[in-house]
């Protein structure tokens, strides 16, 4: 799996500190996400991503081809 959250933030030109001031997810919790050095999401966070961002789940989580 790829969390795609860099991207969905540079193209609504948002920043990983904004994003967690308005949401309350910790920023070392998105700073993991960005760089992918996560195993796990909950579905809360993952719900609350969506919300913010106005995205789909397939928007932020994509399966890689290993």
């Known amino acids: 799996m790829k969390v795609n959250l ?3 933030l540079d193209g609504k030109g948002i920043s990983q500190n904004q994003m967690a001031k308005d949401t309350g997810i910790s ?3 998105l700073r993991n996400l960005n760089h992918n050095r996560t195993t ?3 579905f809360d966070i993952l719900e609350k991503i969506c919300q913010y961002l106005d ?9 890689e081809n290993n």
């Open 6 to 8: 860099n991207q969905l």
């Open 27 to 29: 920023a070392s919790t």
């Open 40 to 42: 796990r999401i909950s």
């Open 55 to 63: 995205c789909g789940v397939a928007d932020v989580l994509s399966l």
